[in-house]
């Protein structure tokens, strides 16, 4: 291979991981992105599912009042997923805050000293692997078509097209606790006294089971292990929360 293949070919793919808006590289953020979005969904769902099921099987070992329960569990259901969503915006405007800093440094840094600027983009490219010459000239590339999308994508590891966005942190935090919680609450609801705590437990370790896969297999983990942490969590969350409202019902 002569010298001027070699660059003519290598940017290539340094062009491509830098701005992450072509080709492989764009689908490949897109579907992290997602995946990303539909772990925390599930997580989300998770934690509505074990909150609210350990609150109203609590609630049902006290009382047998459907209207107590009830009215525990939706209040344990808005309490929960108005609390992850604002603690969700609160997270996401906090990286989207530092993300627009940084960027706002780095359109500092490139209006005032360039060269700089350029030197350390081709240093980043350098120690991706390619040759001290193509670095250069990658970069160089980089730095006419968007110096500042360049600087974001190799050095901070940011899309500015696609910051964080708080509202939409939230919004799928709430809808996906809420989602969660809805299932122990009809499970308590809806059968007769003496069946209330035991449908909802099998129903609640079931659903628990398939969030746990699911959980699992976005993550790459072992699935056994994710699933044994998942329904041992949840059902030890109801066995003392059921067993602590039982002591109280009788006590008082």
């Known amino acids: 291979m002569t010298g001027n293949e070699g660059s003519d070919q290598a940017p290539a793919p340094a062009h491509v991981e830098a701005h992450g808006g072509r080709g492989g590289g764009a689908s490949s953020a897109r579907i992290s992105t997602r995946l990303n979005w539909l ?12 909150s609210t099921a350990g609150l109203v099987v609590g609630v049902a070992g006290a009382t047998t009042s459907r ?15 108005l609390s992850m ?48 010459d193509v670095a250069r000239q990658a970069a160089e590339q980089l730095t006419r078509r968007d110096a500042l ?13 696609e910051l964080a966005n708080p ?4 919004f799928a935090s709430l809808v996906a606790f809420t989602v969660g919680a809805l ?5 308590i609801i809806l059968p007769g006294p003496s069946a209330r705590v035991p ?8 659903a628990l089971t398939l969030c746990g896969v699911v959980s699992a297999r976005l993550g790459g983990a072992p699935t056994g292990r994710a699933l044994l942490r998942n329904v041992a969590g949840g059902a030890l969350a109801m066995a003392v929360t059921y067993a602590v409202g039982t002591w109280l019902g009788t006590s008082t």
């Open 39 to 50: 772990r925390a969904g599930v997580l989300g769902a998770n934690d509505g599912i074990i």
């Open 67 to 81: 209207t107590a329960i009830l009215a525990a569990g939706v209040a344990g259901l808005l309490a929960g997923s």
């Open 85 to 132: 969503a604002a603690g969700e915006y609160v997270s996401v405007s906090s990286q989207r805050d530092s993300e627009r800093a940084a960027l706002d440094l780095e359109r500092r840094e490139l209006a005032e000293e360039p060269e700089a600027e350029l030197d350390e983009l081709t240093d980043l490219l350098a120690e991706r692997g390619l040759s001290r």
């Open 149 to 161: 999308r360049a600087h974001a994508r190799v050095e901070l590891g940011i899309n500015p097209d």
């Open 167 to 170: 509202w939409h942190a939230a």
């Open 183 to 187: 299932l122990p609450l009809a499970a």
């Open 199 to 206: 449908v909802t437990v099998v129903a609640v370790l079931a």
